[in-house]
């Protein structure tokens, strides 16, 4: 939290400061979990719809503007965050954040770990109180990578031990200030940003593919002169349990992406050479960046 003050002194007050008043409020927040569900994220990509099942699986659909009404209705929302604690004797302590946004978010799955979920973003103001909310445990199981497996342009791409993806509202909290008052009254996000790294065992698969199209040619990078555009390709991290009845399954999915960077270090210790390719897209697949459901 930053209360930002404004601090001052005038011409002929000599050497100390003789103000100091309250300027812009600013707090952040981040938060770092196991994903056993998606349902939060809709407050970073927008409307959930859906009710779980094969035929009719949750989406979350890339929403433009913020929605500050009540319900389920189309758009981003602002949501609160209570974080509470108590020392076993029954001293609580608790802030209640109103107004959050999430700027930013970042998906990382490694090989026979949990989906870690990291998110930041800043909200509007905090209340505090000495009387701790009650939560109960969240028993839903972690999505597991190696329950999945990583597509590029709809072919699986072996031997990935890592994937993430970053992406980004660019909500401005300067822009939500109005005169009157020190905190954000309002936020509207940005342009939103995809960005993507995977770390892959090289095969031939992979030379011919990923590579070719970082290239734009054929064992060589293209000149530009004549290509409109890089080469465009769809990109999926699928989560799966299984099509028996009550399995998870899951998929989140990015379009229009390039390849930006591929770093191939060669280490003397190691016997398999392994790559880093680094990337961006331009949107999520048809609007819908995450679906899930449970097979039936």
Avoid: H
């Avoid at 026979?112 to 939560?135: H, M, N, V, W």
């Avoid at 590029?152 to 008052?181: D, K, Q």
Wanted: aromatic fraction near 10%; include cysteine; charge should be negative.
């Amino acid at each position: 939290m930053l209360n930002n003050p404004i601090r001052s002194t005038g011409t002929g007050e000599g050497r100390n400061e003789t103000f100091s008043g309250y300027g812009n409020f600013d707090q952040s927040w981040n938060i770092e979990y196991q994903v056993g569900t998606f349902d939060f994220l809709r407050y970073f990509v927008g409307n959930l719809t859906g009710t779980g099942e094969t035929a009719t699986p949750y989406i979350l659909t890339e929403d433009e503007f913020m929605d500050y009404t009540s319900g389920d209705d189309n758009g981003l929302k602002s949501f609160g965050l209570a974080i509470g604690s108590t020392d076993g004797s029954g001293t609580d302590d608790e802030d209640v954040l109103s107004g959050c946004v999430i700027n930013t978010m970042g998906l990382n799955l490694d090989l026979g770990k949990p989906l870690i979920a990291t998110l930041a973003g800043f909200c509007r103001k905090p209340e505090s109180d000495t009387s701790a909310s009650t939560f109960t445990p969240d028993t839903t199981k972690p999505w597991i990578f190696s329950q999945g497996n990583f597509k590029w342009n709809g072919t699986r791409v072996s031997r990935v031990t890592s994937a993430t993806i970053n992406a980004e509202n660019n909500f401005n909290p300067e822009a939500g200030r109005e005169i009157g008052s020190r905190f954000v009254e309002a936020a509207e996000p940005g342009l939103r940003k995809y960005g993507w790294t995977i770390t892959v065992k090289m095969t031939s698969e992979l030379a011919t593919t990923i590579r070719e199209d970082f290239y734009g040619g054929t064992g060589t990078p293209s000149t530009g002169v004549n290509d409109g555009e890089m080469v465009l390709r769809e990109l999926s991290l699928v989560l799966s349990e299984g099509s028996a009845t009550g399995d998870r399954n899951g998929l989140i999915q990015l379009d229009e992406c390039i390849v930006s960077t591929i770093s191939k270090p060669i280490r003397i210790d190691d016997t398999i050479v392994e790559l880093t390719i680094n990337g961006s897209a331009k949107k999520a697949k048809s609007g819908q960046l995450i679906k899930w459901w449970d097979a039936t």
